[in-house]
């Protein structure tokens, strides 16, 4: 869950904004709502780099420029910042500190454009987030982390906690998708995962994959299979939610 804190002059934009995003993106949650960077400079210090802040730069008593400024104190910890403002002259001034910023709006500007821009942000961050979990329950097994075998599994389990459809063809969107992402061809991928699944297989203790896959000896793993049973598990493990209609899908 990304905290959002929106920072605007005009309160009732604040409040049509935020309605529009809490219908549409149910992975942003409320944390500040000011009218005036004086009210919130007291709690600068407490955003983090997962915190998504809506900035208006022509606010009263303290601008957006200075708000920024401020939160550079701590760059280590520099939330998504979305600059918007109607204002050429301070549109031009916020270009210092491009590098900084998510993403600047120039007002006005289509509500749906910036839910898509919170989405790219909650979508990233839940990657990262689903990636360490991967990583943790991959320890279980003797797997050689240095390998595109390891990278590529990293990969489809994450990718499959996300959108489980992907578990159902995985060779035109799974192992696609992972091959767009790494710039190699599906069917290499399909390669590399088929001999990582097996490396881990046979160096990996007998007990350990009989427990974790609930196979007898001998029994073949295939990726999907492998793949579907750590997604499940790592969603139990962790509350996530299953798809709506989950079927059998792992063999």
Same mark, same amino acid.
């Given at each position: 869950? =990304?905290?959002?804190? %929106?920072? *605007?002059?005009? /309160? $009732?934009?604040?409040? &049509?904004?935020?309605?529009? +995003?809490?219908?549409?993106?149910?992975?942003?949650?409320?944390?500040?709502?000011?009218?005036?960077?004086?009210?919130?400079?007291?709690?600068?210090?407490?955003?983090?780099?997962?915190?998504?802040?809506?900035?208006?730069?022509?606010?009263?008593?303290? =601008?957006?420029?200075? %708000?920024? *400024?401020?939160? /550079? $104190?701590?760059?280590? &910890?520099?939330?998504?910042? +979305?600059?918007?403002?109607?204002?050429?002259?301070?549109?031009?001034?916020?270009?210092?500190?491009?590098?900084?910023?998510?993403?600047?709006?120039?007002?006005?500007?289509?509500?749906?454009?910036?839910?898509?821009?919170?989405?790219?942000?909650?979508?990233?961050?839940?990657?990262?987030?689903?990636?360490?979990?991967?990583?943790?329950?991959?320890?279980?097994?003797? +797997?050689?982390?240095?390998?595109?075998?390891?990278?590529?599994?990293?990969?489809?389990?994450?990718?499959?906690?996300?959108?489980?459809?992907?578990?159902?063809?995985?060779?035109?969107?799974?192992?696609?998708?992972?091959?767009?992402?790494?710039?190699?061809?599906?069917?290499?991928?399909?390669?590399?995962?088929?001999?990582?699944?097996?490396?881990?297989?046979?160096?990996?203790?007998?007990?350990?994959?009989?427990?974790?896959?609930?196979?007898?000896?001998?029994?073949?793993?295939?990726?999907?299979?492998?793949?579907?049973?750590?997604?499940?598990?790592?969603?139990?493990?962790?509350?996530?939610?299953?798809?709506?209609?989950?079927?059998?899908?792992?063999?």
């Amino acid at each position: 869950m =990304n905290r959002l804190v %929106i920072l *605007e002059d005009n /309160l $009732e934009f604040s409040r &049509n904004l935020l309605n529009y +995003i809490i219908t549409r993106n149910k992975k942003v949650q409320l944390w500040s709502l000011a009218i005036d960077g004086k009210e919130i400079e007291g709690r600068i210090n407490f955003l983090q780099e997962n915190d998504i802040l809506i900035l208006d730069l022509g606010l009263p008593t303290v =601008n957006g420029i200075k %708000i920024i *400024e401020k939160l /550079l $104190e701590n760059e280590d &910890n520099m939330p998504h910042i +979305i600059v918007m403002s109607g204002d050429a002259q301070l549109l031009e001034e916020v270009k210092n500190y491009t590098p900084y910023l998510y993403t600047v709006m120039e007002k006005p500007f289509s509500f749906e454009r910036l839910v898509d821009v919170l989405e790219q942000i909650t979508f990233t961050g839940e990657q990262k987030h689903f990636q360490q979990m991967v990583k943790e329950e991959l320890r279980k097994f003797d +797997i050689n982390i240095t390998t595109m075998g390891y990278t590529y599994i990293v990969d489809a389990i994450t990718f499959a906690l996300g959108n489980e459809e992907m578990l159902k063809n995985m060779q035109n969107m799974l192992y696609r998708t992972i091959g767009i992402k790494n710039n190699i061809s599906q069917t290499n991928v399909k390669w590399t995962i088929e001999k990582c699944v097996k490396s881990i297989r046979r160096y990996t203790s007998t007990n350990i994959i009989r427990t974790y896959f609930h196979t007898e000896e001998g029994e073949k793993i295939t990726p999907k299979f492998f793949i579907a049973t750590i997604v499940e598990n790592i969603k139990l493990k962790n509350d996530i939610p299953f798809s709506e209609e989950k079927e059998e899908i792992y063999f």
